[in-house]
């Protein structure tokens, strides 16, 4: 049923359903306890991108840190942190078997022994040089600074693996997401 209003504002009547963007002033804002519904929010975005000089090998058939490594502080214990990295990956000789996971500070978010991924050459294959990228949403569960690390090993034949080689460049963004 359509309500009356009278003043200076020239609306004779306002409908359920019927007010647009153009009715809106570019001001106004919606208090968020009158939003209905449950959703994330953006509570903030940490990043950072190497120089390109960021080289990282090791011959290790345990998980060992690389330089690749963030930190952020969310603001409460029941927010999300998206996680998003890109770099690149070598296992410089053929047979050897680079696996890699992802650290929240001493702890492996990934599978314990092969982590979240492998990169593999297959004897007289040569070496494989690869794109490396981790999307992962985790629960941190604390207001603590807290570290994410990419960790890397060498599960095949005796050598280096690399991330990354030679001097590419890698990216990583933290997000946290609000309740």
Same mark, same amino acid.
């Given at each position: 049923?359509?309500?009356?209003? !009278?003043?200076?504002?020239?609306?004779?009547?306002?409908?359920?359903? $019927?007010?647009?963007?153009?009715?809106?002033?570019?001001?106004?804002?919606?208090?968020?306890?009158?939003?209905?519904?449950?959703?994330?929010?953006?509570?903030?975005?940490? $990043?950072?991108?190497?120089? #390109?000089?960021?080289?990282?090998?090791?011959?290790?058939? %345990?998980?060992?840190?690389?330089?690749?490594?963030?930190?952020? $502080? =969310?603001?409460?214990? !029941? *927010?999300?942190?998206?996680?998003?990295?890109?770099?690149?990956? *070598?296992?410089?000789?053929?047979?050897?078997?680079? @696996?890699?996971?992802?650290?929240?500070?001493?702890?492996?978010? #990934?599978? %314990?022994?092969?982590?979240?991924?492998?990169?593999?050459?297959?004897? #007289?294959?040569?070496?494989?040089?690869? =794109?490396?990228?981790? %999307?992962?949403?985790?629960?941190?569960? $604390?207001?603590? %600074?807290? *570290?994410?690390?990419?960790?890397?090993?060498?599960?095949? !034949? !005796?050598?280096?693996?690399? @991330? =990354? =080689?030679?001097?590419?460049?890698?990216?990583?963004?933290?997000?946290?997401?609000?309740?």
């Amino acid at each position: 049923m359509p309500t009356l209003i !009278s003043g200076s504002t020239g609306v004779n009547k306002i409908t359920d359903g $019927t007010i647009v963007n153009a009715d809106i002033n570019a001001s106004a804002a919606i208090a968020g306890s009158k939003i209905s519904g449950s959703f994330g929010k953006v509570l903030q975005v940490v $990043t950072y991108t190497n120089s #390109g000089n960021d080289y990282f090998g090791t011959s290790s058939s %345990s998980f060992v840190a690389t330089n690749l490594t963030l930190s952020i $502080t =969310p603001s409460a214990t !029941s *927010s999300k942190v998206l996680v998003l990295l890109s770099t690149a990956a *070598s296992n410089e000789s053929a047979g050897r078997r680079l @696996c890699y996971t992802l650290y929240r500070g001493s702890t492996n978010l #990934g599978q %314990s022994s092969d982590g979240m991924g492998l990169i593999l050459s297959q004897a #007289g294959s040569g070496y494989i040089r690869t =794109p490396l990228a981790i %999307s992962m949403l985790d629960s941190p569960s $604390t207001t603590s %600074s807290t *570290s994410y690390t990419l960790y890397i090993k060498n599960e095949g !034949s !005796s050598g280096t693996v690399e @991330c =990354p =080689p030679t001097t590419m460049k890698q990216h990583m963004t933290l997000i946290e997401i609000g309740a």
